[in-house]
Nanobody
Framework: QVQLVESGGGLVQAGGSLRLSCVASGTTSRTNVIGWYRQSTGKQRELVATISNSGNTNYADSAKDRFTITRDNAKNTVYLQMNSLKPEDTAVYYC??????????WGQGTQVTVSS
């Protein structure tokens, strides 16, 4: 099993930046992909960005050129640097991990609010 704990959310003005962190614990050696999804009120949860064990990244179109996902394997931590934030980026951001190619794990979520 894998446990995921997010931090770094908060309130920021449009154009500002935030960095989210997610610390993974448990059987992390078999985690294949880790990353971030988000869910805003009344909408389905959607991909933001993921990164594989080999470092391959995948971004939603809305995140390209503004967000950067990185991972520190020594710390079992994945980061999401978010720049040029927009009010439409307001959502609960969830850390996600695909484990052993089969199991999906989620963190509890961290709120990001961008004011206009």
């Amino acid at each position: 099993q894998v446990q995921l704990v997010e931090s770094g959310g908060g309130l920021v003005q449009a154009g500002g930046s935030l960095r989210l962190s997610c610390v993974a614990s448990g059987t992390t050696s078999r985690t294949n992909v880790i990353g971030w999804y988000r869910q805003s009120t009344g909408k389905q949860r959607e991909l933001v960005a993921t990164i594989s064990n080999s470092g391959n990244t995948n971004y939603a179109d809305s995140a390209k050129d503004r967000f950067t996902i990185t991972r520190d394997n020594a710390k079992n931590t994945v980061y999401l640097q978010m720049n040029s934030l927009k009010p439409e980026d307001t959502a609960v951001y969830y850390c996600y991990a695909r484990h052993a190619f089969i199991y999906d794990y989620w963190g509890q979520g961290t709120q990001v609010t961008v004011s206009s």
